[in-house]
């Protein structure tokens, strides 16, 4: 069983910037492609950001592209998302998942079904 953990989040003012961290316990984290998603209250949940395997390719969903940066660390099995310029529409649950890539896989994923493993959410709330 992979365990992924989240951190970070909390409470920002409109224009103001958070972190996200989340750590997997994947022995193989360097063959797994990584996502953030996000869920509003009433909302399906949502793609926000995506990044291969290497780190080499990232996606990101159109409403945050330029304020939104997402990066990894394969040494430390950890990959975080950097939130700049938050709007009130920004606020959610966010959550990271892991996808296992196969050799030679250089894909990032967007789709929930693409995942295999999720952390337990962390709230992002931005006040107008």
């Known amino acids: 069983q992979v365990q992924v953990v989240q951190s970070g989040g909390g409470y920002v003012q409109t224009g103001g910037s958070l972190r996200l961290s989340c750590a997997t316990s994947?022995?193989?984290?360097?063959?797994?492609?990584m996502g953030w998603f996000r869920q509003a209250p009433g909302k399906g949940r949502e793609f926000v950001a995506a990044i291969n395997w290497s780190g080499g390719a990232t996606y990101y969903e159109e409403s945050v592209k330029g304020r939104f940066t997402v990066s990894r660390d394969n040494a430390k099995n950890t990959v975080d998302l950097e939130m700049n310029g938050l709007k009130p529409e920004d606020t959610a649950v966010y959550y990271c998942a892991t996808h296992f890539s196969n050799f030679g896989d250089n894909a990032y994923y967007t789709g929930v079904s693409d995942y295999d493993y999720w952390g337990q959410g962390t709230q992002v709330t931005v006040s107008s």
């Open positions: 994947a022995r193989a984290f360097s063959r797994t492609a």
